[in-house]
Structure formats: C-alpha cells, structure tokens
C-alpha cells in the first residue's frame, strides 16, 4: 500500500497495521505496545506509542499509585476492603471528588470526596467501631 497523502482513513488503517505489526514483535520480545493519539498533515503524521514490559505499569499508573499511598498516609485511609469497598485511585486534580474506590460486589467504580474517603475507609473511625 502506497500512501500518497494521510487522511482520517489513512491513519485509522495506519493504527490497524501498526497494531497488528507491534502485537507480533511485543509477543516475540515480552512487551506490550499502545498507539495513541495520532496527528496529522497531508504531508505527515505524528503517533505517540507506549512501551511497557508486559504485566507492568504504565507511567500514569504508577502515578495514581504513588499518590493513592500518599494519601492514604496522610489521612490513615484503609487499602484493603472495607465493607465491600476498595479504595482504588486518587485523582490530584480533581479537587470535589479526588478520591475513588471500587464497589467489590457490582466491580462498579465510584469517585469521592475527602470526608466520604475518612468516613469509608479511614482506620480511626474503624478503630472506634
């Protein structure tokens, strides 16, 4: 396939056929490949792509980790089920509802405020309890 100019149509076969090509070199290799976004011109295309080992974390991954243990520390919050709730993630820009945790039962996920993340899963008021 000869590419004369890239348009919407083009790119999205591009995504498919770089897809396909990475999966096969990611099995072969042990890493795992994403395409993102993808811009173009008529005359030339620009594509992000992650790599990660597979089973890994990506880097955004790691930073909702890091701060969700932050958190946690500082507002002695539970990582562990709590009544059928897990906290799974802090969002530091949101600032309304940072938190969110994940309903075991229904594997639903929820977001939070700071007051509704200490009442669920904070460790003084389960000490209390």
Same mark, same amino acid.
């Given at each position: 396939?000869?590419?004369?100019?890239?348009? =919407?149509?083009?790119?999205?076969?591009?995504?498919?056929?770089?897809?396909?090509?990475?999966?096969?070199?990611?099995?072969?290799?042990?890493?795992?490949?994403?395409?993102?976004?993808?811009?173009?011109?008529?005359?030339?295309?620009?594509?992000?792509?992650?790599? =990660?080992?597979? !089973?890994?974390?990506?880097?955004?991954?790691? =930073?909702?980790?890091?701060?969700?243990?932050?958190?946690?520390?500082?507002?002695? #919050? #539970? #990582?562990?089920?709590?009544? !059928?709730?897990?906290?799974?993630?802090?969002?530091?820009?949101?600032?309304?509802?940072?938190?969110?945790?994940?309903?075991?039962?229904?594997?639903?996920?929820?977001?939070?405020?700071?007051?509704?993340?200490?009442?669920?899963?904070?460790? =003084? #008021?389960?000490?209390?309890?």
């Amino acid at each position: 396939m000869t590419i004369a100019t890239f348009d =919407k149509a083009v790119c999205q076969s591009l995504r498919a056929e770089l897809t396909a090509l990475l999966a096969k070199y990611g099995e072969a290799h042990g890493v795992e490949f994403a395409i993102g976004n993808i811009r173009f011109t008529s005359e030339s295309a620009d594509l992000k792509l992650s790599v =990660k080992v597979k !089973g890994g974390k990506t880097i955004e991954a790691q =930073k909702v980790d890091a701060a969700l243990q932050l958190q946690a520390k500082l507002n002695d #919050l #539970l #990582l562990t089920e709590v009544s !059928g709730k897990v906290l799974t993630g802090y969002n530091s820009r949101s600032h309304k509802y940072p938190f969110i945790y994940k309903e075991v039962s229904t594997g639903k996920f929820y977001k939070c405020n700071k007051a509704s993340a200490l009442y669920y899963f904070g460790k =003084k #008021l389960r000490q209390a309890a």
